[in-house]
């Protein structure tokens, strides 16, 4: 586990995205887990910002989203569909028939779960894979519970969440409550994680999933168990691990 400090925001976008688009750069055909929300909002545009200006070349790379909400339009700006679009997918030349999202209106959730853990498998997994973390320590839309579900599934979101996600919306009853999210299993089984944190609200539960036993009631505890993952954090985010950990800090 490599842990990475960022004086701030825009420091710790920049230290990221140089980490995905090194591995672009050298496997053009890599593929990419992404994720959404506020956090890598920083890392795509500084993305986009490289491929306009020449340096980056997404034309045979496969993206896996990590999650999507139930019964959301896909037109509805707070899909993640939507959002991949919006914020990325449209600005780069990725091959929009190489991007993959969970279908939140699919009529039958299980066998979409079943359908989206075959896509992943039938790109021989994601070779780097993007991560923030919730306030309840989900990774994806992971919620604590008794067990790591490991393949991908429907959750029923904990309210912390969606109080956390309300302000992308009119209110708080307008968060859709479920949502199809990846598993474990193919987070874990990621070639290389990338964890991003920012801001003094995540600076308890990042300390808890990194320092903290592991347990499935703190979901992205499971990363200390990967052998390749890195933390990029500014140092609200940082700040209970430097004063606990200090000598863990890059």
Known sequence: MKIISAPDYQSMSRKAANIISAQVILFPNSVLGLATGSTPIGVYNQLIDWYQKGDLDFSKVHSV?????CDLPVE?????????DTNFFSHINISMKNTNVPNGLAKDINAECRRYDKVISDLDGIDLQLLGIGHTGHI?????DEDFDKTTHCV????????ANARFFASADEVPKYAITMGIKAIMQSKKLLLLANGTSKADILYRSLFGPITPKVPASILQLHNDVTIVADEEA??????QCPDAIS
């Open 65 to 69: 989203n990590l999650d999507e909400y």
């Open 76 to 84: 509805h700006e707070q899909s993640y569909r939507n959002y991949m």
């Open 140 to 144: 994806g839309f992971n919620e604590p």
């Open 156 to 163: 029923k979101l904990k309210q912390k969440t969606i109080d």
């Open 238 to 243: 940082l700040a209970v691990i430097r004063a």
